[in-house]
């Protein structure tokens, strides 16, 4: 099975979701990440999903859950690039993604990690 | 995704007629991820809007995912719907599972017999114009129509 690469920027991680992630994928993905938080001792997460035209609820948990872990161990996650459909249609779902910052970029996203380290 | 005659285009009311575009047999995540593409498909077709598509795409994930994890597999009948000139998508979920026990705490957000988070059925509702559920212990058949608005 493939994986999603996962890079490293700093204290950083970046990751760049651009396939139509099945189950497996995703489940893969929020344990692959969250090993490299500790490997890496990663102080913040960055998950661009500006690709993603649909989020479900599997691929919200993915995301919350992998926020929770990250905060555990001391890491901040942030979501960019949310396309506007998914949005509203995750508010109609009632999909609640708790301790998960969202901003429009990947710049934003990592200005925000950054102010946070200080 | 095989296209057939099939007895699963059901409409819900007499006034409405029912084509077959494509079945989808689910019973792994791949095929989830094939039901998701057939739906954006047929919701581009006809000309749904990126909000509507976006609904029913992901409505279509929840109770396809149901159908592979709590249904033990099942197919994915999609469906054009005529009312009129009016112009819907049906898609309509069976399996031959043990069927939901309790149709009305499962349709309840944050239940889940499993380590979802119950938002599958009654998401897929909240996100559908139309919604339809018929279990038992011999299966279950779920039914989602979205229409377009003239």
């Known amino acids: 099975m493939e994986r999603i690469p996962i890079l490293r920027m700093g204290r950083l991680l970046l990751v760049t979701i651009q396939v139509d992630m099945h189950d497996q994928l995703a489940v893969a993905l929020q344990d692959d990440l969250t090993n490299r938080i500790v490997k890496d001792r990663a102080r913040g997460v960055l998950i661009d999903i500006s690709a993603l035209d649909v989020v479900d609820s599997f691929i919200g948990r993915m995301i919350s859950n992998t926020a929770a872990m990250a905060r555990v161990l001391d890491a901040r996650t942030v979501v960019v690039g949310m396309q506007p459909a998914v949005a509203i249609t995750l508010v109609e779902l009632g999909l609640e993604l708790p301790g998960v910052s969202t901003a429009l970029n990947v710049e934003r996203g990592m200005a925000l990690l950054r102010d946070r380290d200080d | ?150």
């Open chain 2, 1 to 150: 995704m095989r296209g057939s005659g099939g007895a699963a285009c059901v409409p819900m009311s007499g006034e409405i007629t029912a084509t077959q575009a494509g079945v989808v047999s689910l019973h792994s995540s791949e095929d989830v991820v094939r039901l998701r593409q057939a739906v954006r498909e047929q919701a581009v077709a006809l000309k749904f809007s990126l909000i509507d598509q976006t609904k029913l795409v992901t409505a279509a994930s929840e109770l396809a995912r149901n159908t592979v994890i709590y249904g033990k597999g099942g197919d994915a009948h999609i469906c054009l719907l005529l009312n009129g000139s009016r112009r819907g998508l049906q898609l309509r979920f069976t399996d031959r599972g043990p069927g939901i026990a309790d149709v009305e705490q499962a349709m309840r957000d944050g239940y889940s017999s499993g380590s979802g988070l119950g938002l599958g059925l009654g998401g897929a509702k909240r996100l559908s114009d139309a919604f339809d559920i018929d279990t038992g212990p011999s299966g279950t058949s779920v039914s989602i129509i979205k229409w377009k608005p003239f």
